[in-house]
């Protein structure tokens, strides 16, 4: 069963008085419980087709659909339901909220959701901030810390709601290789146990070896599936 069905996607920007085709007419299906790298050089389109899927870009045309709903045709409160409830995104970026310290950074999407009490979120919340390696550092605000241990808050704070899909560009960018091996197995048993989809954008080659499959990227447009 495909959780990701993408048909024709395009995507435009306009940049000055020129129009960027950032994609150009993309098919993908990703099939639940995936493990889906997708590689390209910079500029190529992976961070474009990841903000896509994951409702923070608009297709210029297209479809797209995720889980059981095409996107495209959604109200602005359904996509927010969406990236709430089904999908997990980890930032180049971090974006993460300053004035909240470490600990308050995880628990966010769980209050959001309103499903959980508050012993619930906390509980979870730490499981995750210890399991990526930041117990000393839960009262830490984001400008307290380093690149690599906000990239880790990041990661935390996407896989602390059980997301369906979880969207990773470069997840290990600001991470050493110990880190970063120990973040990937992490996600691999997620992925093996609760059958969680993640797609990484990525250069490294150690994500690499972590996924069952590549889908290479250039000029916007797919050129091979692995």
Known sequence: ??????????????????????LRGVD???EKGGLISIIGPSGSGKTTLLNVIGCIDNATEGSVRVGDR??????DRQITDIRLHQIGFIFQTFNLIPVLNTIENVEFPLLLMKRHSKSEVRKKAEKLVDEVGLKDYVHHRPA?????????????????????????????ANLDSVTGEQILDLMREMN???KTTFIFSTHDANVL???????????GLIVKEA
């Open 70 to 75: 095409e996107i495209t045709a959604l109200t």
């Open 144 to 172: 307290e810390l380093s690149g690599g241990q906000r990239q880790r808050v990041a990661i935390a704070r996407a896989l602390v709601t059980n997301p369906d899909i979880v969207l990773a560009d470069e997840p290990t």
């Open 192 to 194: 093996r146990v609760e």
């Open 209 to 219: 070896k972590y996924a069952r499959d590549v889908v290479k990227i250039k000029d």
């Open 28 to 30: 993908l299906a990703v």
């Open 1 to 22: 069963m495909n959780i990701i069905e993408i048909k024709g996607l395009k995507k435009n920007y306009a940049l000055g008085k020129t129009t960027v085709h950032a």
